[in-house]
């Protein structure tokens, strides 16, 4: 069994706290997000092969 959100999120403030944590380490760099690639929503498909063909290290963005 696959463990998600809900197993530990139990409340919309719980989520708020710990998004709001994850998201202010970010801006101070004390956490660091690697993005792979940013495809431009018309590329969606590609973005999709790649994810699937095991290319991409890091996150993908689709840029509207």
């Known amino acids: ?3 998600t959100l809900n197993n530990y999120i139990v409340t919309r403030e719980e989520l708020e706290y710990y998004a709001n ?3 202010d ?3 101070t760099g004390k956490l660091q ?3 792979y690639k940013v495809y ?3 590329d969606a ?4 092969r790649d994810l699937e063909g095991r290319k991409t290290t890091g996150k993908l963005l689709l840029k509207i």
């Open 40 to 42: 431009p929503l018309k």
């Open 45 to 48: 498909a590609e973005a999709h």
């Open 33 to 35: 997000v690697k993005i």
């Open 25 to 27: 380490r970010i801006k």
């Open 1 to 3: 069994m696959r463990s």
């Open 21 to 23: 944590g994850v998201l």
